[in-house]
């Protein structure tokens, strides 16, 4: 069975860059298509950061100018970067993982890691 | 800008029914896309309970359902229990803002 275990500095400086990895165990990484990052600020709901795929992305439009997403095959995860956060960048991040069904472009997160807390502050 | 609409709160006594709604418009929900629904217990990840509008993954209970109309969505919980109470988020791809997640229902089990 598939698990997701994020991991990552928990205190970033404003300004700087967060970097954020998510390790695939049980499965291969490249069993499936597209995997994500989602965050949720403290007391606040869920919100979508983006979408990575092998040699593909999609990213929240609001987002897309600091975000920089990966995936490492070798080592069996994927990665995100946001550049030039702010104390609104503070927030838990979670990685999951998309599964297809139905028609072409539909697709669910059935696996989430348990999240990581990054609190940006000086 | 393009949202998903939960209500904040919803509320029910043990063994009621209770039904969450999730509306979307046009460049969501209307455009053909479907919802998925997650629970997220306190301090715990998010989970996948309902997926495509109606499906339940293998191990949700039978007691949640969920039912689509043009642009919106249900939840349903029957048989409401306290292990229940968490917050309820609907989710969609909107082709203006990418994936949706709506603000979130949190449920409270009187």
């Known amino acids: 069975q598939v698990q997701l275990q994020e991991s990552g500095p928990g205190l970033v400086k404003p300004w700087e860059t967060l970097s954020l990895t998510c390790a695939v165990s049980?499965?291969?990484?490249?069993?499936?298509?597209?995997w994500s990052w989602v965050r949720q600020p403290p007391g606040k709901g869920l919100e979508w950061i983006g979408d990575?795929?092998?040699?593909?992305?999609n990213y929240k439009p609001s987002l897309r100018s600091r975000l920089t997403m990966s995936v490492d095959r070798s080592k069996n995860q994927f990665s995100l970067r946001l550049n030039s956060v702010t104390a609104a960048d503070t927030a838990v991040y979670y990685c999951a993982r998309w599964r297809k069904y139905g028609r072409p472009d539909d697709y669910y997160m059935d696996v989430w890691g348990k999240g990581t807390t990054v609190t940006v502050s000086s | 800008q393009s949202v998903l609409t939960q209500p904040p709160s919803v509320s029910g006594a043990p063994g009621q029914r209770v039904t969450l709604p999730c509306t979307g418009s046009?460049?969501?929900?209307?455009?053909?896309?479907?919802v998925h629904w997650y629970q997220q217990l306190p301090g715990a990840a998010p989970k996948l309970l309902i997926y495509g509008y109606t499906f339940r993954p293998s191990g949700v209970s039978d007691r949640f359902s969920g039912s689509r109309s043009a642009t919106s969505a249900s939840l349903a919980i029957t048989g409401l229990q306290a292990e229940d109470e968490a917050d309820y988020y609907c989710q969609a791809y909107d082709k203006v803002s990418g994936w949706l997640f709506g603000g979130g229902t949190k449920l409270t089990v009187l």
């Open positions: 990575i795929s092998h040699g593909d992305n």
């Open positions: 049980g499965g291969s990484i490249s069993d499936s298509k597209w």
């Open positions: 046009s460049s969501n929900l209307g455009a053909g896309n479907d």
